[in-house]
């Protein structure tokens, strides 16, 4: 049965059983994440760009009793006094481990018991009437919500110091790619959604958008073809650099993507604890926006547009239809993509010939968010849902967008009109990109 998103009008057994499969999936996540550390490390702050892991999993179970059993359950908030301390605009990550943060053991028992508690109030809930629980929304939100947090708490072990605490196979290996890049044909396309239950207000509403044809390339950007930029000097030459980029280059002292070091006559990296060589037909990952953009104007070419990524991911040429996923409509599987931390890393570019796009177009879904040339925006008629702060808040040139879900993400929060974004100097994040150019171009 497919568990993450279907048209509204399915029975409500089914998407009970959907929405309760989503939270338990997202719990499984939450427990491995925070018990293959010790107590230590799950209240220490591996970076101030990050939250200790027990802030997150108290967290998780704050907004969760707040939406779950408040608000649709009507029930009495169960521990007040910790909705300040687990409140993100209240609180920078920086000055979350001095606040009176519950400890590891009263952490693991609320959000427990507050799972519990929300498992009933799904099971006797109507699911419908409001658009809140229509569908199942507010429990696919906070599905989406838990694994979102469960994405910052693996980039949270990627920071820790210390022995690898978490295992996983390998991905597959690369397929082969007739063509570096693809036309993408003018024209107009769908753009968003109006109609997949769980979308979120940023992918609200569907409309028209017309886009010029363009060339993008078939993968992301490999390790290997980035170190040519790296070796080439341009992280020394500002000509590729925006000002902000350039300043950020030079202050930090820039050389590489996040967690590489030069050592002999090659390039290592840091990953989960272990040390390895860089691969060079995996996708580069941990670059900021303005590395990517650098990147892509020493290699003559730029970064696809929010709405150029989308065409190429979800419009088929052949039928005018916008797609759930490059591949169809169907939920990923896993050989359509690399989600869910299934791996701890990206699959070789040119992998997953399954999930390809009509055009031939690959691992648009998991492996590395992409960057895109766009500020994050509201789309036309954007209303607020259920809360100004989880998009509009964000919304201006201060924010870039990112498109696609790396192998860190669930597939329930990663769809073809899922829409992520965050500050272009962010290095941590499991972050690529792929480049474009205009189909004018020589």
């Known amino acids: 049965?497919?568990?993450?998103?279907?048209?509204?009008?399915?029975?409500?057994?089914?998407?009970?059983?959907?929405?309760?499969?989503?939270?338990?999936?997202?719990r499984d996540r939450t427990s491995l994440l925070t018990t293959c550390v010790d107590e230590h490390d799950l209240t220490a702050q591996h970076s101030p760009l990050m939250s200790p892991l027990v802030w997150d999993l108290a967290h998780i179970g704050n907004q969760e009793e707040q939406w779950l059993l408040r608000t649709v359950g009507g029930r009495e908030a169960m521990r007040p006094e910790i909705d300040s301390v687990y409140d993100a605009f209240e609180h920078p990550r920086a000055e979350r481990?001095?606040?009176?943060?519950?400890?590891?053991?009263?952490?693991?028992?609320?959000?427990?018991?507050?799972?519990?508690?929300?498992?009933?109030?799904?099971?006797?809930?109507?699911?419908?009437g409001s658009a809140l629980v229509t569908a199942g929304f507010v429990f696919g939100m906070i599905a989406q919500h838990e694994q979102q947090h469960d994405e910052t708490m693996l980039i949270t072990h990627q920071l820790r110091r210390g022995p690898a605490a978490l295992t996983a196979p390998p991905p597959?290996?690369?397929?082969?790619?007739?063509?570096?890049?693809?036309?993408?044909?003018?024209?107009?396309?769908?753009m968003g959604t109006s109609t997949?239950?769980?979308?979120?207000?940023?992918?609200?509403?569907?409309?028209?958008?017309?886009?010029?044809?363009?060339?993008?390339?078939?993968?992301?950007?490999?390790?290997?073809?980035?170190?040519?930029?790296?070796?080439?000097?341009?992280?020394?030459?500002?000509?590729?650099?925006?000002?902000?980029?350039?300043?950020?280059?030079?202050?930090?002292?820039?050389?590489?993507?996040?967690?590489?070091?030069?050592?002999?006559?090659?390039?290592?990296?840091?990953?989960?604890?272990?040390?390895?060589?860089?691969?060079?037909?995996?996708p580069v990952v941990h670059v900021s926006w303005y590395e990517a953009d650098a990147y892509a104007r020493w290699a003559g070419r730029r970064l696809p547009s929010e709405a150029e990524w989308e065409k190429a991911a979800r419009h088929d040429p052949a039928t005018g239809v916008s797609r759930r996923y490059p591949w169809g409509?169907?939920?990923?599987?896993?050989?359509?993509?690399?989600?869910?931390?299934?791996?701890?890393?990206?699959?070789?570019?040119?992998?997953?010939?399954?999930?390809?796009s009509p055009l031939g177009v690959r691992q648009l879904i998991g492996d590395v968010w992409e960057w895109t040339a766009s500020d994050f925006l509201p789309y036309p008629g954007f209303r607020a849902f259920p809360y100004r702060e989880y998009s509009e808040v964000f919304f201006g040139d201060g924010h870039k967008v990112l498109r696609g879900g790396s192998f860190a993400v669930d597939a329930v929060a990663c769809r073809g009109t899922f829409r992520n974004w965050d500050l272009p100097v962010r290095r941590q994040i499991f972050a690529g990109f792929r480049t474009a150019r205009d189909a004018a171009a020589a």
């Open 196 to 282: 997949e239950p769980w979308a979120l207000d940023n992918e609200r509403p569907a409309h028209r958008r017309l886009v010029p044809a363009f060339h993008i390339d078939t993968t992301p950007v490999s390790n290997g073809a980035y170190l040519r930029f790296v070796e080439d000097g341009g992280y020394q030459d500002p000509r590729w650099w925006q000002p902000a980029g350039w300043a950020l280059v030079r202050e930090h002292g820039l050389t590489a993507p996040l967690f590489w070091r030069r050592e002999g006559g090659g390039w290592l990296r840091r990953s989960f604890g272990v040390t390895e060589p860089v691969r060079p037909e995996e």
């Open 1 to 26: 049965m497919n568990l993450v998103n279907r048209p509204q009008t399915e029975d409500p057994a089914i998407v009970r059983e959907r929405a309760g499969a989503a939270l338990l999936a997202a």
């Open 329 to 356: 409509d169907q939920d990923p599987g896993p050989d359509h993509a690399n989600l869910g931390q299934r791996h701890l890393r990206p699959a070789p570019v040119g992998a997953y010939e399954r999930g390809q």
């Open 172 to 190: 597959p290996a690369a397929g082969e790619v007739t063509a570096c890049e693809v036309l993408v044909p003018g024209g107009p396309f769908t």
């Open 97 to 128: 481990p001095s606040l009176p943060l519950l400890s590891p053991a009263e952490a693991r028992a609320y959000a427990a018991e507050v799972r519990g508690r929300a498992l009933d109030v799904l099971e006797g809930t109507r699911l419908e």
